[in-house]
């Protein structure tokens, strides 16, 4: 190992070209290249904030950012279980839940004040895991992905790197989040059946094995996969866009708080854009998880064209709102912990004047 010092560190980021770095070589005089696939982690360690807690693309690093997603998805999906809760029975139930209002007027009128929290604790419990694994391995993904791609590559094809890291690590973040959110559907569209998660999991245990909590991980997958790409890249984008085009300042040059401004503008038209694109999967994951019996291809046809789309605007409400509120956490959470913030992607200088020789 060589010894490196944070003065040697390039001041760029992932996706810029980071100058050659010289470590201290043991002869005086003497200064050596850093092996080349130090080069990234080592220029991404370097960031407006020299005093960062940990390296880029450490195991410090990866597990911070699980822990911001477990608060930014399980506290926001938490809040937001009373509109959960009326978007499922709108999607399950649309003749007796016509609309928002119609939906909350009902089950105030049927359960009270307390039936509006229904389902709250598989919520918190299964998208605190979920994020854990979204936030998580999306960084993880992001970083590795990047690696095999190289400097340039990874700047031009910025947008697939962001789908591609996104997908990956949604694809495992729903077999985490698969049994609660079978629980919570239960428990918000089939009255009777349980109240409590401790009614709940033991009774779909008994009555229908493992194959009853992982059942509707396909149209889970197809809600959740898209939706999270489209999360993430269109954050990401949104967020070098904003920075380009409409703060009057390089983002090194906001303060905190601004920076934070901009990621919950961001966050949340990256999450309207979500809600449309994962609303007709959604539709029939709370219809699987309600009838036990049924397939999703039964259920889609059942549904028909028009009635997947059933709750959209209590879903882009809640997304949009959900969305906003993920990222301004997670993000809160990096500068909390000072964790490395690479600023909006940059083109590399090498990509630079391989398109000057070429315009000649």
């Known amino acids: 190992m060589y010894p490196y010092t ?97 939906g909350f007027s009902v089950t105030l009128r049927e359960d009270g004040f307390r039936g509006l929290g229904r389902g709250w604790a598989p919520t918190f419990i299964g998208y605190s ?55 919570k559907v239960r428990i918000q569209t089939q009255p009777g059946y349980a109240n409590t998660l401790r009614e ?55 303060t905190k708080r601004e920076q934070l401004m901009v990621t919950f503008m961001a966050g949340y038209i990256a999450g309207v854009f979500c809600a449309v694109v994962s609303h007709p999967a959604d539709s029939v994951v709370s219809v699987l998880n309600k009838d036990s019996g049924s397939s999703t291809m039964q259920v889609l046809r059942r549904l028909g064209p028009r009635g997947v789309w059933k709750g959209l605007v209590a879903r882009i409400i809640m997304i949009g709102t959900l969305t906003a509120l993920q990222w301004f956490i997670y993000d809160s959470v990096k500068v909390y912990f000072r964790l490395p913030r690479p600023p909006p992607p940059e083109m590399p200088e090498s990509l630079k004047k391989k398109m000057e020789l070429a315009s000649f």
């Open 6 to 102: 944070l003065t040697q560190l390039t001041r760029a980021n992932p996706f810029c070209t980071p100058v050659m770095v010289l470590h201290e070589a043991e002869e005086p005089g003497q200064d050596t290249p850093v092996e080349p696939h130090l080069k990234r982690t080592l220029a991404a360690a370097s960031l407006e904030d020299p005093e960062v807690s940990c390296e880029y693309g450490s195991n410090k690093y990866y597990a911070l950012c699980g822990f911001g997603g477990i608060l930014s998805c399980g506290l926001t999906h938490t809040a937001v279980v009373p509109l959960d809760l009326i978007k499922c029975r709108i999607q399950v139930d649309p003749d007796k839940y016509k609309s928002i209002f119609t």
């Open 129 to 183: 895991m979920q994020g854990l694994c979204k936030f998580g391995f999306y960084e993880m993904f992001k970083s590795f992905y990047a690696d095999m791609l190289g400097e340039e590559n990874t700047y031009l094809w910025r947008t697939s790197l962001y789908l591609a890291s996104s997908a990956s690590a949604e694809f495992f973040a729903d077999i985490a989040l698969a049994p609660m959110e079978a629980c």
């Open 200 to 254: 709940c999991f033991p009774r779909m245990y008994g009555e229908e094995g493992l194959n009853g909590f992982y059942k509707g991980v396909y149209p889970l997958w197809l809600r959740q996969i898209p939706y999270t790409m489209m999360k993430f890249a269109c954050f990401e984008r949104t967020v070098e866009l904003l920075y380009k085009h409409v703060v009057p300042k390089p983002r090194s040059e906001c």
